[in-house]
């Protein structure tokens, strides 16, 4: 068996111990270890490599931004800005059919901007808004499928931890990639808001209406919000200038959640205890997927396996289209067994120099941020995609009362409007490259 032939076969092998329920940074180690023992035939060489590998991954600075975004998600929950998010947002359009859903979208993307987490985007404004959408007479689906899907936005919407990563495994600007994923992030909160416009005229029973606020108590709600307007231009908006590299950005809108939870009064020590030890645990289980990512992308490319395929779409005479319409796709199927971030930290390595040999019209800049946007979109789709969308899975289980397949009927309005835009944005890049031109 030629070494090619063994890196291709241990990517099914790693989607088996995946779907057996293996940790998936432990199923990219072990595949990754194993592998370049079969390709070096030296067990010393594969085992050479934790001690190389582990320095290298642990030692690159730009991942310090990880554990700083991922404080500043959770310092904004207990300072209680995602309830002002709501708030502000439902006090606007909280009247209308479908209004206070559309509330809870715009409260996730504001949301989102503070935080660079979908999954702890979902968990913490569905704590706030759940109980105020079945108050409000909405349907048991229509609530946790609109939850799910505005959980997505936490990504979608800058700062990201999921391009953070993607820009070191491409090396691309940070500050340009962020630029790029406004837009597209924006559209989808504003595509999410019309599929729940159309979905409660479909079903007028799935939502009721808050009463009417008057103007005063619309701008008390909306004089809220201005600590998460700040501290998205503090880190977002001096990273793009030039002001602070993403790091330094990072720890300043940490610091800054920190201190409007501070001035909220319920930071105390218990609550910061339990902020600083859930960090720890994300961080951990990031670093660990990554180091496994490591290893196994260590090993394909010991084994030749992206250079390889570039050869073959190049040899096969494949359009560019057609290339990243399969490419896209793959993503779609992976995300119904594989997180976000798992998805880019095993895929990227393997693609990227495969798109590189594509010519779309773009400079090679431009080519990486405009698929690092797109493989960004879909692999979040993969978050809401029946049967194992991981966001479903957190949102319903707050809402035991909705049975999963109400969640799943509904959900699928704003997985068809996901990959609509997606469409969108493949075809005409300029949506999210113009703002970096």
């Not at 592998?35 to 730009?62: D, H, I």
């Not at 609109?146 to 495994?169: C, D, E, R």
């Not at 994923?181 to 159309?198: C, H, N, R």
């Not at 957190?394 to 409007?417: C, H, K, L």
């Amino acid at each position: 068996m030629s070494t090619v032939e063994i890196g291709l076969w241990s990517i099914p092998v790693l989607l088996l111990m995946i779907f057996l329920r293996a940790p998936i940074g432990l199923a990219m180690l072990i595949c990754g270890l194993g592998g370049s023992w079969l390709v070096t035939g030296s067990p010393g060489m594969a085992l050479s490599r934790l001690k190389t590998e582990v320095f290298g991954a642990y030692s690159n600075y730009f991942l310090s931004i990880v554990p700083m975004f991922l404080l500043m998600g959770y310092l904004a929950g207990i300072g209680g800005m995602s309830r002002s998010l709501f708030k502000a947002a439902e006090a606007f359009l909280g009247h209308r059919k479908g209004g206070t859903a559309m509330a809870a979208i715009g409260a996730c993307a504001g949301f989102g901007a503070i935080c660079g987490s979908s999954l702890a985007t979902a968990a913490t404004m569905g704590q706030v808004a759940l109980p105020e959408l079945r108050r409000a007479g909405y349907s048991g689906g229509l609530s946790t499928a609109t939850l799910a899907a505005g959980g997505t936005l936490g990504v979608l919407i800058p700062p990201s931890i999921v391009l953070v990563i993607y820009a070191s495994l491409t090396e691309q600007n940070i500050a340009k990639l962020f630029l790029a994923a406004f837009v597209p992030g924006v559209l989808a909160a504003i595509t999410y808001g019309l599929v729940i416009a159309f979905y409660v005229r479909v079903h007028p029973g799935s939502a009721g209406t808050a009463p009417r606020l008057p103007w005063s108590a619309r701008m008390r709600a909306l004089a809220e919000v201005w600590p998460t307007a700040l501290i998205f231009l503090a880190v977002v908006g001096s990273i793009y200038v030039g002001v602070f590299t993403p790091t330094e950005g990072a720890a300043v809108g940490a610091l800054g959640t920190g201190l409007v939870a501070l001035g909220s009064g319920k930071l105390g020590w218990g609550a910061a205890r339990e902020a600083v030890v859930a960090t720890a645990a994300s961080t951990a289980m990031i670093f660990f997927i990554v180091l496994g990512a490591g290893f196994f992308n260590g090993f394909l490319a010991l084994a030749r396996v992206p250079q390889t395929l570039s050869a073959f779409v190049v040899e096969q005479g494949f359009g560019p289209w057609l290339v990243l319409a399969i490419i896209l796709l793959v993503y779609l199927v992976l995300g119904c067994v594989m997180d976000s971030l798992s998805m880019i930290l095993l895929t990227v390595p393997i693609f990227y120099p495969v798109m590189t040999t594509l010519d779309f019209g773009l400079t090679t800049e431009e080519m990486a941020i405009w698929f690092g946007i797109l493989v960004l979109i879909i692999v979040e789709v993969g978050l809401i995609t029946p049967p194992v969308g991981l966001n479903l899975f957190i949102i319903n289980a707050m809402d035991p009362e909705t049975p999963i397949g109400q969640t799943y009927r509904a959900v699928t309005w704003f997985v068809v409007s996901d990959i609509l835009r997606v469409i969108l944005i493949a075809a005409f890049p300029a949506i999210s490259l113009f703002l970096i031109a």
